[in-house]
């Protein structure tokens, strides 16, 4: 296999349901790219990197922002929140934002109408687990023909003014227009300098030579078109989202699209996950309460925190040494947990085998399963960077990443949080399904709810031996093994290795 990028653009997308970990891959190519162009999505997504030990969370800003000679494009297929942009760029001091940051102005803008209609819609129960970011209303919007652009605010107020009350009417929103109206106003004239005609950008520089790097949100099976509908984001997450997205000419040369697929596969919000591993409201309450025992605060004024304090303090405290017992009994003894659970003889003595009974109790493969997803996501980390909700955690789906290889044209993949995966005894990943009593390889997309996921096991690594890892040779044998079954399975390279959150906790194998 080529391990090597072609010469010319890239594209970075999430290749699973999203969190995949695509911050620290385009921050890396970053470092070789002139211009990184975000063509989708808005604050729904959440970026989060690791640099010289300091974490920083992105929402709307592409990851190439740490370069501090790229340009950073927020192209036509985004939709922005000006005020959260304004704040997230002076969370970024001294990095030279105001000169290089460039927003398309014909990007949609979203309103508070915007953002309360999606709160309202989620705490009506009539959601998909959306952020509340506004982003589905907003791109609703826009195909109603009811959306505020960045240029409607700065050159035709009037029929910005027009779009404002359509969204009003069409929404139900109480407050007055003019009041919403004076709100936008003032938030955009905040980034007014910041506003142009991107594509007008991008053409000649894509013409005069320069390294485009594409960076996707959301991941494949959150796509519009192609994902688990309904269950979906609203805009193209892919690589042919990018020509519209970013208002490039048909054509243009793409050579690299690479996949980011997180060892540890994770879904937030509603929708099937047939690798899931345990139920997220249940496991919410117990890794939660467990969280603020550790952290000896009060749980009320956790809730009180923002998104990212509250995933800064997860962070900190919810470590794979830090499962509350019996789960940590269990880890300890996974593999007679494993026999236990199959039927087969054990060489637990008499007391720990009650203590394991005891544990797993009446469906002891479920309760296991239950404790495993627990240990993922804490070893892990899997909270949410832009909302703070749990991650539900599964084993790879491989079935569902062949099938969004093939859809999407993919040439590489990226596996990021592999170092998450040690000291699991036995590592499983999904190779097809059951669906109605027949197996079958191919994705389900439209009956998934019924799918029965089939395993392959594969050993086992610790996880010494690979956060220190620093060339594919370096792994241990079985996480080797691991990734090559990933490369079978996909039946393209990974040719990027994540086995810890910084920036050097990366194995290239190919040139970027």
């Known amino acids: 296999m080529d391990y090597n990028l072609k010469p010319g653009h890239t594209v970075v997308v999430g290749a699973q349901w999203g969190d995949e970990g695509k911050g620290k891959l385009v921050d890396l190519l970053a470092a070789e790219a002139d211009v990184v162009v975000r063509y989708q999505g808005g604050a729904n997504a959440g970026h989060t990197l690791v640099v010289d030990g300091r974490e920083v969370i992105l929402h709307l800003i592409p990851s190439g922002a740490m370069n501090p000679r790229a340009y950073c494009v927020m192209a036509q297929g985004t939709v922005i929140d000006p005020s959260a942009l304004k704040e997230e760029m002076d969370s970024l001091p001294g990095m030279g934002l105001e000169g290089r940051l460039l927003i398309s102005e014909h990007a949609s803008i979203v309103t508070p109408i915007e ?26 919007d ?92 609203s805009s193209s997450t892919g690589p042919s989202g990018v020509y519209e997205g970013a208002g490039i000419p048909a054509g243009t040369p793409l050579p690299n699209n690479i996949g980011v697929v997180k060892a540890v596969m994770t879904r ?105 997803g627990m240990y993922l996501q804490v070893a892990a980390g899997e909270y949410g960077a832009t909302s703070g909700r749990p991650r539900k ?49 191919h994705f389900p997309v439209f009956n998934l709810e019924e799918a029965e996921p089939r395993y392959i096991e594969l050993p086992g690594f610790s996880r010494e031996n690979v956060i220190g890892a620093r060339t594919f040779e370096q792994l241990p044998s079985e996480a080797q093994g691991y990734i090559r079954k990933i490369e079978e399975i996909a039946g393209i390279p990974v040719f990027m290795v994540g086995v810890g959150p910084d920036r050097e906790q990366t194995i290239l194998r190919g040139k970027l």
């Not at 592999?418 to 190779?431: H, P, Q, R, S, V």
Request: charged share 25%.
């Open 115 to 140: 953002l309360w209609a999606d709160g309202n819609r989620e705490s009506n129960g009539d959601g998909v687990g959306s952020t509340r970011k506004g982003i589905g209303p907003c791109y609703e």
């Open 142 to 233: 826009r195909a109603g023909r009811r959306a505020v652009r960045f240029g409607d605010m700065l050159f035709n107020p009037k029929h910005a003014q027009r779009m404002v009350e359509k969204q009003m009417k069409h929404w139900k929103y109480g407050d007055s227009a003019e009041e919403v109206f004076n709100y936008l106003r003032e938030a955009v004239e905040m980034v007014r300098r910041q506003v142009t005609d991107t594509s007008d950008f991008l053409r000649p520089s894509i013409k005069s030579g320069n390294k485009l790097l594409f960076e996707g949100a959301q991941g494949a099976l959150l796509d519009v078109m192609q994902g688990t509908y309904p269950n979906v984001t």
């Open 268 to 372: 937030v919000g509603n929708g099937p996950f047939p690798t899931q591993l345990v139920d997220e409201e249940k496991q919410f309450g117990q890794v939660m309460g467990f969280v603020y025992q550790q952290a000896r605060i009060d749980p009320q004024f956790f809730k009180n925190l923002l998104p990212d304090e509250q995933n800064s303090l997860r962070r900190r405290f919810a470590t794979r040494y830090q499962l509350p017992d019996p789960y940590s009994f269990v880890m300890e003894h996974l593999s007679e947990a494993e026999s236990f659970v199959e039927g087969r003889p054990t060489a637990l003595d008499r007391e720990d085998l009650d203590e394991l009974t005891a544990t797993l109790g009446t469906h002891p493969r479920r309760r296991l399963d239950h404790i495993l």
């Open 393 to 441: 955690p599964g084993w790879l789906d491989g079935a569902a990443l062949n099938h969004v290889v093939k859809q999407w044209g993919l040439t590489h993949l990226a596996v990021t949080k592999l170092d998450c995966l040690a000291d699991i005894e036995n590592l499983k990943i999904g190779t097809g399904y059951t669906v109605g009593g027949r197996e079958q390889r």
